[in-house]
């Protein structure tokens, strides 16, 4: 016969100033969340789980080898208050720190998912399903919600030159998006440099463009098109530094028909930072760079109607806020 154990003893909700904190009580281990209960559309949901132990035949049978996993998935909370059938983001969690010694158990995980620019105002349920120590998987759900937020409409005419990049139907030209795209499509869950929060690239503060910003390109032809704008634009002048938002690797550096002199690089599974339009390179490819390290000078190669410098930032391949990463994102100062 199978023994049921009721694992959840307490759930104990805590509110800070970056956020919450949910501590859950099985018989065995703790699990402490920290995360943010609301956010805006194009933002995104950052979850860390604190798994600890103080039980001594379980530190004892573990030692370091204990295994923890967990997935994330955002749940859109129905009128009846269902949760509804398809997932709106999903991700995995990944190990960032570990203590281990006679008397405690120490694993810290980390994740995030994107929230569409285009995603509904509502309630919504992040439900995790996590494994800490080798014991049973367990699930928790935390509430979220998704606030309102309006996103500027902006008309951009284009010269001649400029409505040649933008229709650039080229093999050369598709190359390249393919080739990004499978870089910000990689998630690799050894690539954890930091999670502290980010800083801008310029202290300029003049922006020309923001984040989602619903934009309408009216070609030299009479032809138009519509798309999201990815990123910020700061209206700097050709020839201004342009530093790393965090530490990360560089991932590419290259001269792109749409983007011009450009730079991406990798910070946390998933989670890239790009930097376009710019006149000089100052890294390469495989460099590890540190929060504030010179990546090149602004510029306005590229589709560009004027110098500036467009800074991106992707998670899971969508495009989020940059200005979600300034703030305490990963809930440094809440775990400690």
Not at 8 to 21: R, V, W
Not at 98 to 117: A, E, W
Not at 209 to 238: C, E, M, Q, W
């Amino acid at each position: 016969m199978k023994k049921i154990v009721f694992a959840i003893i307490a759930s104990i909700l805590t509110f800070t100033a970056f956020g919450e904190s949910k501590s859950f009580t099985y018989s065995d281990h703790t699990l402490t969340a920290y995360y943010a209960p609301s956010v805006q559309p194009g933002d995104a949901v950052f979850v860390r789980i604190v798994f600890e132990t103080k039980n001594k035949k379980l530190i004892k049978s573990l030692g370091e080898s204990g295994e923890d996993s967990g997935k994330l998935a955002i749940f859109r909370v129905n009128d009846d208050g269902t949760l509804s059938e398809k997932t709106t983001a999903k991700s995995q969690f990944y190990k960032i720190e570990k203590i281990s010694d006679k008397k405690l158990l120490k694993s810290v995980l980390l994740t995030g998912v994107p929230i569409s620019s285009y995603a509904k105002p509502g309630d919504y349920t992040a439900k995790i399903t996590f494994k800490a120590f080798n014991t049973e998987e367990k699930t928790i759900e935390l509430p979220v919600k998704i606030i309102e937020k309006e996103f500027v409409s902006e008309t951009i005419p284009l010269d001649a030159a400029n409505t040649a990049i933008k229709t650039d139907n080229s093999a050369k030209r598709a190359d390249q998006i393919k080739r990004l795209n499978a870089i910000l499509d990689t998630k690799n869950y050894d690539s954890i440099y930091d999670t502290k929060a980010f800083v801008p690239p310029t202290p300029a503060t003049r922006r020309t463009s923001f984040f989602a910003d619903r934009r309408t390109f009216a070609y030299i032809n009479g032809k138009s098109s519509t798309n999201l704008h990815y990123g910020i634009d700061y209206g700097v002048p050709t020839g201004s530094e342009v530093r790393s938002c965090g530490k990360g690797r560089v991932v590419m550096a290259e001269d792109r028909i749409s983007t011009g002199w450009s730079v991406c690089v990798e910070h946390l599974p998933g989670l890239y930072s790009l930097y376009y339009h710019m006149s000089e390179l100052n890294v390469s490819v495989g460099q590890t760079v540190n929060q504030g390290d010179l990546l090149g000078l602004s510029g306005a190669t590229g589709l560009a109607t004027g110098p500036h410098l467009h800074w991106e930032i992707r998670l899971n391949m969508e495009a989020v806020s940059p200005d979600f990463f300034t703030g305490d994102f990963a809930f440094e100062n809440e775990s400690k």
